[in-house]
C-alpha cells in the first residue's frame, strides 16, 4: 500500500509544486507589503492568498478524479492495474493520497493563515484584541454561539460529502470505462451516471432523514443530523467496494 500510495503522489506532485510557488510568492509580497507599510500590497496578496487557497483545495479534488480517469484510458497507467494487487488496494491507495493531499495543502494553508494574522496583530495590534472582535462581530452577525459539537458536525459533513462526491466520480468513470467500454462518448455516459447517482443517493438521504436537521437559519445537530452523515458515510462504503469489485471483474488478469 505505501508504495502505491507513492507511485500516486509522483504522478501528482507538478501541481503542488507550482502551487507552492504560487503560495509562497504571494506570502513574500504580503509580509514585503506589511512591512513596508504597503496597504495595497498586503491588501492584494491576501486576497489571492486565499482565492488561491480555496481553489488548490478543489484543483486537488478533481485532479485525483481526473488522474483516476487517466488511469483507465492511457496503456502506461493502465499497467497499473494488471499487477499482482488487490483492486481494494489500489483503489483504496487512490482515495487515501487524495485524503492525505487535501489534509496536507490545508494544514499549510491553515498555518499561513495564523501566520499572516499573528503578524498583522504583532504589526499592528495584540491577538487578544483581534480573537475578542471576531467573536463579537460573529455574535452581532448571527445572534448565537458557536458550539463544539456544531463545529464538529460541520467538518464531519464537508470531508464525508467531498469523498463522497470523489468516490461517486470513480465509481462512475469505472462503470463507463469497463461496462461501456466499446460505447462512444464515454465522458458524457460517466457524467449523466454520476448525476443519476447523486440524484438517487439525495432522494435516499431525504427518505431516511424526512424532517431535515435545521431549524430556522440554525443547524440543530440532532439524531437526524448524525442520520445524514450515515447515510453518506455507507455510500461511500458502497462506492469503494463498488468500484474495486468492477476492477477485480473486469480489468485484473
Known amino acids: 500500500m505505501g508504495k502505491l500510495i507513492k507511485y500516486e503522489f509522483r504522478k501528482q506532485l507538478m501541481s503542488k509544486i507550482v502551487v507552492g510557488f504560487i ?37 486537488f479534488s478533481f485532479e485525483s478524479i481526473i488522474t483516476y480517469s487517466n488511469d483507465l484510458k492511457t496503456k502506461q497507467s493502465y499497467m497499473l492495474f494488471l499487477t499482482p494487487r488487490n483492486m481494494f488496494q489500489i483503489v483504496g491507495a487512490k482515495i487515501l493520497t487524495m485524503v492525505i493531499q487535501i489534509f ?33 462581530f460573529f455574535n452581532a452577525l448571527t445572534g448565537v454561539e458557536i458550539r463544539l ?14 469523498l463522497v462526491f470523489v468516490t461517486m466520480a470513480m465509481f462512475a468513470i469505472t462503470l463507463s470505462t469497463t461496462i461501456f467500454a466499446n460505447k462512444k462518448y464515454k465522458g ?10 447523486d440524484w438517487i443517493v439525495s432522494k435516499i438521504a431525504g427518505l431516511v432523514v424526512p424532517t431535515g436537521f435545521l431549524e430556522g437559519d440554525y443547524l440543530v445537530v440532532n439524531t437526524e443530523a448524525w442520520a445524514y452523515i450515515a447515510v453518506y458515510a455507507v455510500v461511500l462504503v458502497l462506492d469503494f467496494v463498488g468500484t474495486s469489485l468492477l476492477l477485480e471483474k473486469k480489468v485484473s488478469v
Open 104 to 136: 496536507l495543502a490545508g494544514c499549510v494553508l491553515a498555518a499561513i493563515a495564523i501566520g499572516d494574522v499573528f503578524l498583522v496583530c504583532a504589526k499592528y495590534g495584540s491577538v487578544q484584541e483581534l480573537l475578542e472582535n471576531l467573536k463579537l
Open 188 to 197: 458524457v455516459i460517466s457524467v449523466i451516471i454520476y448525476f443519476a447517482l
Open 149 to 162: 459539537i456544531e463545529i464538529v458536525y460541520v467538518i464531519l459533513m464537508i470531508l464525508i460529502t467531498w
Open 23 to 59: 503560495i509562497a510568492a504571494l506570502e513574500i509580497v504580503f509580509v514585503l507589503g506589511l512591512f513596508l507599510e504597503e496597504d495595497s500590497w498586503i491588501g492584494v496578496s491576501s486576497g489571492f492568498l486565499m482565492l488561491t487557497g480555496m481553489i488548490s483545495l478543489l484543483f
